[in-house]
């Protein structure tokens, strides 16, 4: 049964509460219940359930009252008035759980937001893959060299050794401290130096200055900054930037059940997660008579879901109507993740069909996972023209559909990292050796996800997409 929950301040009657509380209880006892893929095998059950029991006593890391105004702005991004920015570590590790890498994906987020708020002309919601993201799911239950699996600092260790592979649930306590720790950070950078667009532009222009090729950027990089110091004239003594909300994959489900609030303010009372703002079904957990499915229904939190190049137009529809039965807008996001040389094809039908049905859902573009590929040196690695051209071909299905692009999904870092080949830099599979720190997947660098950014707010701004084959 889930732990006694805690209460917003506008709790209703003792009596209905608890009615509430046992019948929410009931329901999530019966969706962890189901078939549960990508899960770790505990050597011992009773100490994961001990440690599942005292992390669900503590206090969660974000509210329900954070969560709702995150709701309400993804409600603007699903009518089509803003745009949604996700990106952070593909897998984030407890030695990575420092200040100064969190400062360098936060900046970076920041900076492709205002980038593109200025190509797209709309507001843009920036959501980390922060504070949370530390599980990841595998092709194999093994490596190639007959050890379990790395499934994430929250599950084991990537060292590869059988003591450092066996799951030891003690590292769901880590993964807590840790991302209350940085849930500290994400909010004091938030409203503090990442607030201030000025210096996130100086910023900008140091790319495009130093960037080769950066010359094509600098033109919209000087209109952004007139544009700043117009709304200097104007209003405050510098323009400040809102919140930063949080993320992760909902994969680890003892975890994910041990920090809930009883909410109901929504259409019907449902449980809010204290770990995030926005969770996620990924591709290979969205099995319609999966735990994660159900345990997502569960949620008022906004939810997405990945779809892959197997998913039909009529599965989309079903995830569609479980998600979002009261179709409330912002609540889903549909997380399309083709290759860039499936989307054009795969999309479109999907897209029709859950149009058709009458919802506000977020269309939103992972154009990294369906572009991964594993070179003759073993490096898994991602083609940033294979990027760049799935983003177009969402573009170019969303104009013909006259359907919302709502925005975009990078795995990518504010490190100088060399794990995704090409770019203004032209970095080749011989440089990936370099510094390929990634704890799974390949991100982009700074470097590369701010010429995404230029080329994709030139993409908006432009509203007919051009190939990314065009010589820069």
């Not at 991602?382 to 969402?394: A, K, Q």
Request: aromatic share 4%.
């Amino acid at each position: 049964m889930i732990p006694t929950p805690r209460w917003p301040p506008d709790t209703p009657a003792r009596t209905r509460r608890r009615a509430v509380e046992r019948g929410l209880a009931d329901r999530l006892d019966a969706a962890l219940a189901r078939p549960a893929a990508q899960q770790p095998d505990w050597p011992d059950p009773a100490r994961a359930r001990a440690v599942v029991h005292r992390l669900s006593t503590g206090e969660p890391l974000v509210t329900p009252a954070e969560t709702r105004r995150l709701l309400d702005r993804l409600a603007a991004v699903a009518r089509g008035e803003a745009l949604l920015l996700q990106s952070g570590d593909c897998a984030e590790t407890f030695a990575d759980s420092t200040g100064p890498h969190l400062r360098g994906n936060l900046a970076l987020l920041r900076r492709m937001a205002l980038v593109l708020t200025h190509g797209a002309g709309l507001p843009v919601v920036t959501v980390a893959r922060a504070a949370g993201q530390y599980a990841k799911p595998r092709s194999a239950p093994e490596d190639g060299h007959g050890l379990p699996a790395y499934r994430g600092d929250i599950v084991n260790s990537a060292e590869a050794t059988r003591t450092a592979r066996t799951p030891d649930p003690e590292r769901m306590a880590r993964a807590h401290a840790h991302a209350r720790e940085a849930m500290t950070v994400v909010r004091r950078l938030a409203h503090g130096e990442l607030a201030d667009a000025h210096a996130l532009h100086e910023e900008n222009r140091r790319f495009v200055a130093t960037v080769p090729g950066g010359r094509r950027y600098a033109a919209r990089c000087a209109e952004i900054g007139r544009g700043l110091r117009f709304m200097t004239g104007v209003g405050p003594p510098a323009p400040r930037l809102g919140e930063i909300f949080t993320s992760h994959e909902a994969l680890l489900l003892d975890h994910e059940r041990t920090l809930l609030w009883m909410d109901a303010g929504g259409t019907e009372p449902r449980l809010s997660s204290g770990l995030a703002h926005f969770l996620w079904i990924g591709e290979r957990t969205r099995q319609p008579d999966g735990a994660h499915l159900a345990f997502a229904e569960l949620l008022s939190n906004p939810v997405g879901v990945k779809i892959g190049p197997g998913t039909t137009p009529e599965q989309a529809v079903e995830y569609v109507r479980r998600l979002d039965p009261h179709g409330v807008p912002g609540r889903l996001t549909l997380i399309s993740r083709m290759g860039h040389d499936r989307v054009r094809a795969v999309l479109p039908p999907i897209v029709e069909k859950v149009t058709a049905s009458g919802r506000q859902v977020i269309w939103q573009c992972d154009p990294m996972h369906g572009n991964s590929r594993t070179t003759r040196a073993g490096y898994k690695t991602r083609h940033y023209d294979h990027v760049l051209d799935e983003i177009t071909g969402f573009l170019e299905v969303h104009r013909a559909l006259g359907t919302h692009p709502g925005g975009l999904h990078l795995e990518a870092t504010g490190d100088d990292v060399t794990e995704c080949v090409g770019g203004a830099r032209r970095l080749a599979e011989t440089d990936l050796p370099t510094r390929y720190r990634t704890a799974c997947d390949p991100r982009l660098n700074a470097e590369q996800a701010m010429e995404l950014a230029f080329s994709v707010a030139e993409l908006f701004a432009a509203g007919t997409p051009t190939s990314p084959e065009t010589p820069r």
